[in-house]
């Protein structure tokens, strides 16, 4: 089902649609009929669309509480090595951009050292993504020895579980991007925006930072448009061989 279908068509577009489909009738089609039939599509449809809304919002509180339960006593194993290493904070709390250009506080684990951002101008020519919109590399000399292995096993990421508790994130999305990137974007590519950002996405399941960026917008935007509750879960699923096999993931 696609949630952004909800507003495409204007009352004056249902309007002629139902004319054509009433025109051979027998009886002609009175303008209160017509009227009536306008406000019943969009009115049963708004229904649709909240109702798989409302199901898509249960199954992220109930999947992040569980997974904060289940999760915590690895939180605070991965505190105290991040603590050993450099004393520096466990936590990174970035600013990303989430539904429609909202800004949010997204928090992960800390897997880089505590000054990355001053290095990174030294490392932009190194950058995977060719198309400069993101910046990934191989072999990050930021990187801490147990950050690397957070990322590898995506388990930097797992705080936003509590992003997901907030309503900020959901379970599956794309993922939040940083604010200098969406001053890049294209007005196909900020289509990105058009869902609430996710832990995990369709470019995460099929080759992760391996996947460049215009892939990435492509992946998003088909994952918009063809959005259920049964390809989320399908989603969900294939992301734990995803973790657990480190495709992609650097």
């Known amino acids: 089902m696609n949630l952004l279908d909800s507003n495409e068509m204007t009352d004056e577009e249902i309007r002629q649609q139902l004319m054509q489909r009433f025109s051979t009738a027998r009886r002609p089609l009175g303008r209160w009929r017509l009227n009536f039939y306008v406000l019943w599509k969009r009115v049963s449809w708004r229904i649709v669309v909240k109702s798989a809304l409302a199901v898509k919002r249960a199954l992220d509180i109930i999947g992040s509480l569980i997974a904060l339960i289940l999760l915590s006593p690895l939180f605070l194993i991965v505190g105290i090595l991040i603590k050993i290493e450099d004393r520096g904070p466990v936590f990174l709390v970035q600013k990303r951009v989430g539904k429609h250009g909202r800004e949010f506080?997204?928090?992960?684990?800390?897997?880089?050292?505590?000054?990355a951002d001053e290095h990174l101008s030294k490392l932009l020519a190194q950058n995977k993504h060719k198309e400069g919109v993101t910046f990934?590399?191989?072999?990050?000399?930021?990187?801490?020895?147990?950050?690397?292995?957070?990322?590898?096993?995506?388990?930097?990421e797992f705080p936003q579980f509590w992003n997901v508790l907030k309503g900020e994130m959901s379970l599956v999305g794309p993922r939040p991007c940083l604010q200098r990137e969406v001053q890049h974007y294209t007005l196909e590519q900020r289509r990105r925006l058009e869902a609430t950002p996710g832990l995990t996405c369709l470019w995460q399941i099929g080759g992760r930072a391996e996947v460049d960026f215009s892939g990435q917008v492509a992946l998003d935007v088909r994952y918009?448009?063809?959005?259920?509750?049964?390809?989320?879960?399908?989603?969900?699923?294939?992301?734990?061989p995803a973790v657990l096999f480190s495709k992609g993931a650097y």
Not at 224 to 240: A, H, P
Request: hydrophobic residues 45%; without cysteine; aromatic residues 8%.
């Open 105 to 115: 506080p997204m928090v992960k684990f800390r897997s880089m050292i505590v000054n």
């Open 136 to 156: 990934k590399i191989k072999d990050d000399p930021r990187i801490t020895r147990i950050g690397g292995v957070l990322r590898k096993l995506s388990i930097d």
């Open 224 to 240: 918009i448009e063809s959005q259920s509750f049964w390809g989320d879960i399908k989603i969900l699923f294939k992301t734990v």
